[in-house]
Nanobody, 123 residues
Framework: QVQLVESGGGLVQAGASLRLSCAASGRTFSSYGMGWFRQAPGKEREFVASIRRSGGRTYYADSVKGRFTISRDNAKNTVYLQMNSLKSEDTAVYYC????????????????WGQGTQVTVSS
């Protein structure tokens, strides 16, 4: 069992940066692939980024590639999402998720989810 708690969301202007954090409980954090997803009002949840257990490989949605960076610190049981050059279309609730099957871009592959953190970008 893994519990995930996101933090770092907020209201920012377009062009600003935010860093989201996701703290995981348990001693087996390094055995999970981790991902970030987001859901805007009236839209389906979509993949943002993911990172393999070791942190050696990362994957991004085309819409955030070059602006967002996912990273993890297995010693701190934490995964991060650095978001730069934010746009109004990045406004959404951002969710952290853990996968037993390593990194994936599909929400159905994730076994545990956080409660989400709101990111609002004003234009």
């Amino acid at each position: 069992q893994v519990q995930l708690v996101e933090s770092g969301g907020g209201l920012v202007q377009a062009g600003a940066s935010l860093r989201l954090s996701c703290a995981a409980s348990g001693r087996t954090f390094s055995s999970y692939g981790m991902g970030w997803f987001r859901q805007a009002p009236g839209k389906e949840r979509e993949f943002v980024a993911s990172i393999r257990r070791s942190g050696g490989r990362t994957y991004y949605a085309d819409s955030v590639k070059g602006r967002f960076t996912i990273s993890r610190d297995n010693a701190k049981n934490t995964v991060y999402l650095q978001m730069n050059s934010l746009k109004s279309e990045d406004t959404a609730v951002y969710y952290c998720a853990a996968s037993i099957g390593d990194a994936s871009g599909r929400s159905r592959d994730y076994n545990y989810w956080g409660q989400g953190t709101q990111v609002t970008v004003s234009s």
